[in-house]
């Protein structure tokens, strides 16, 4: 199972654009992650876009109305994925500053929160890569998830 992350705008703040390449290097290790940078705008216009390229995909909207997981939670929900055999790839939807709109988190499969908080995209998409770089540690009994 391939994981996707789609996410509105490049980022522009060094230390996240940093962070961000640090994490996709780190995770080529465990069969990478793909990252597809979408033109920023407004929710509505990023909503269609995000819904529009993950066609095909089980989608999870990242939103902070999402489920609250833990980072063991994440793994049992991706390895679940994964064992089902019928999903040939995820995509992890961040929307734009304004957030996704409601018709995306209706067809999204899944709405899972990273944070309580109202998270910058920018930093959404670095907690993000993040978790699934936590994820993929510690399902293969490494350390870094502790």
């Known amino acids: 199972m391939r994981l996707r992350i789609l996410a509105a ?4 703040l060094s ?3 940093a962070g961000i390449a640090e994490y996709l290097k780190r995770l ?16 509505e216009s990023v909503s269609k876009a ?10 999870i909207a990242l939103d902070e109305r999402g489920e609250a997981l833990t980072t063991r939670q994440w793994s049992e929900r ?12 995820v995509s992890f939807l961040i929307g734009a500053a304004d957030g ?34 936590r994820v993929a540690s510690f399902r293969r009994g490494e350390p870094y998830h502790r």
């Open 28 to 43: 080529k290790r465990y069969g990478g992650c793909e990252l597809v940078e979408l033109k920023a705008g407004d929710s």
């Open 78 to 89: 991706l390895e679940a994925l994964e064992m089902r055999g019928e999903i040939k790839r």
């Open 9 to 12: 705008g490049k980022p522009a």
């Open 100 to 133: 996704h709109t409601e018709g995306l988190r209706q067809e999204a499969d899944a709405v899972w929160q990273l944070s309580r908080l109202t998270l910058q995209h920018e930093l959404a998409l670095v907690v993000l890569l993040e978790q699934l770089y």
């Open 50 to 59: 995000l819904l529009a390229r993950s066609e095909g995909d089980l989608r």
């Open 15 to 17: 230390y996240a654009a």
